[in-house]
């Protein structure tokens, strides 16, 4: 069984190695009151180093922004390392917006331009700060069926929880004590006026898809599901259709 708390101290000694060998003095993390930024910025907190946790509404529903401020105090009572800022992207995502209005620009294409917005003040903190910026995507995400926006949330320095499963990010937060609301709360990306889930726009919950990737991963004998064969088919599609994501870019070579 995994030993879950030295796991925690495990990735924190390597974020403050990786830091101190690159002169690196503070680490940025984006909070969005979700389980992955929760748990990334906590163990940003255990490195001892500067920590700044950003959090950036854009039209953010309520209980999304209220759960990344939850987080953020939390962070902040139990280490005194940990700095803060919100910096509310709405109205810049609104001219910004309103700029393109006469060329019709997509639900998906207004999606990514809210994460790449992120992105972008995240670099400008960290490159005031003489800090990297932090990734908190999981290996289901980065590596899977490619959850994530290309030089959005994709955009990152480090990336501490690529290597781990949904499910074992879920036992970090539970070892690292994280806020009980936010380990209970739906996992969203928070860039739809909708609210939708990501098991909404995936089709399958991340425990499935774990299953999936373990299958392809692992084949086994065993008779799969009907259930079982839909999300096979559903982890193919997005891992195709996301393979941009994931791959190098292409580069023609003389």
């Not at 903190?125 to 910026?133: D, H, K, L, Q």
């Not at 290597?163 to 990010?169: A, F, G, N, P």
């Not at 399958?204 to 799969?224: D, F, R, V």
């Not at 088919?233 to 997005?238: A, P, S």
Request: contains cysteine; aromatic residues 8%.
């Amino acid at each position: 069984m995994e030993d879950w708390q030295t796991l925690s101290n495990e990735i924190a000694d390597w974020l403050k190695e990786y830091a101190d060998s690159n002169q690196i003095t503070a680490l940025i993390v984006g909070v969005s009151g979700g389980i992955d930024s929760a748990v990334t910025s906590a163990l940003c907190a255990k490195t001892g180093l500067k920590t700044i946790a950003l959090n950036m509404p854009i039209h953010q529903e309520a209980l999304q922004y209220d759960l990344s401020n939850l987080h953020i105090e939390w962070l902040k009572s139990r280490w005194e390392n940990v700095d803060s800022h919100t910096i509310d992207l709405t109205r810049t995502f609104d001219l910004y917006a309103n700029e393109l209005s006469n060329h019709s620009l997509s639900d998906l294409a207004s999606a990514n331009t809210r994460a790449r917005l992120r992105m972008t003040t995240l670099y400008a903190i960290a490159g005031s700060n003489n800090g990297i910026v932090v990734g908190t995507g999981n290996k289901v995400e980065d590596f899977g069926v490619g959850f994530f926006t290309k030089y959005g949330d994709g955009g990152v320095d480090i990336s501490p929880l690529a290597d781990l499963y949904k499910s074992e990010v879920y036992a970090l937060a539970e070892a690292l004590g994280i806020v009980q609301e936010i380990q209970e709360a739906a996992p969203t990306d928070g860039l739809w006026n909708d609210g939708r889930t990501d098991e909404d726009q995936m089709g399958a919950t991340y425990e499935e898809l774990e299953c999936a990737m373990g299958q392809i991963e692992n084949p086994s004998s065993e008779a799969l599901t009907e259930r079982q064969e839909e999300v096979l088919g559903i982890y193919r599609r997005l891992h195709n259709a996301n393979s941009h994501k994931m791959n190098p870019i292409p580069i023609f070579k003389r």
